[in-house]
């Protein structure tokens, strides 16, 4: 029985090599490092296939025919979504002001302190008594002094004075927290407070003046 071609081939080169070797063993390495001559497995073969056909399929979809939106403009859709529910939800909590009430609620005041304490303290101090902001424990009211009035402060702020408007960024029922707990400072005597507006003197020079 004759060998066939490859078979022959194949042992004269065991023979010119010295060395046994592992007919799967391929002749480069790496560090030592040899590679098998496999085959890769069927399955995996054609997952490959199917990934080259996917890249082919989205490229000329959502790349050149443009029918699909890429990442920014989901976000941007869900953006715009986003910001339709939460002007739909500050515009119904408006439409209801008149007949808000400060919460009594511990819950509601735990959480309005929460936000106070985040938001509010740097410039009211923790205790209400005023820094950059004015004293909130004082008669005395810049922009109204009932309950309603500061709901509308905390809404819409005080740009011109340097307060931010927290439309959009605070919930409804956080608004309301927030006010119910400010509420509660009047009336109260922090150590040092900030003279009232309309008593304090004129502020002094700065060092750079």
């Not at 959009?168 to 009047?186: C, D, H, M, N, W």
């Not at 922090?190 to 003279?195: I, R």
Request: hydrophobic fraction near 40%; glycine fraction near 8%.
């Amino acid at each position: 029985m004759t060998a066939r071609p490859f078979e022959s081939n194949r042992y004269l080169l065991l023979l010119m090599n010295d060395e046994p070797r592992d007919p799967l063993l391929l002749d480069h390495d790496a560090d030592g490092i040899q590679e098998l001559d496999n085959n890769l497995p069927r399955w995996w073969v054609w997952l490959f296939y199917l990934t080259i056909a996917f890249s082919v399929f989205y490229l000329v979809y959502y790349h050149v025919l443009g029918a699909g939106d890429l990442q920014i403009a989901q976000y941007q859709k869900e953006q715009a979504v986003g910001e339709r529910i939460k002007g739909e939800a500050i515009g119904k909590f408006e439409a209801n002001l008149a007949a808000l009430v400060p919460s009594q609620d511990s819950q509601v005041l735990a959480q309005g302190q929460q936000i106070f304490m985040t938001l509010c303290a740097p410039c009211h101090r923790a205790d209400g008594g005023g820094l950059v902001g004015p004293n909130l424990c004082d008669d005395y009211w810049i922009h109204g002094s009932n309950y309603l009035d500061s709901v509308k402060t905390i809404i819409n702020g005080v740009p011109e004075k340097g307060m931010l408007t927290w439309r959009g960024v605070l919930k409804p029922t956080e608004i309301q927290a927030v006010a119910s707990y400010i509420y509660r400072f009047r009336g109260t005597t922090p150590p040092n407070p900030k003279p009232r507006e309309d008593q304090a003197g004129p502020e002094k020079p700065n060092i750079y003046e």
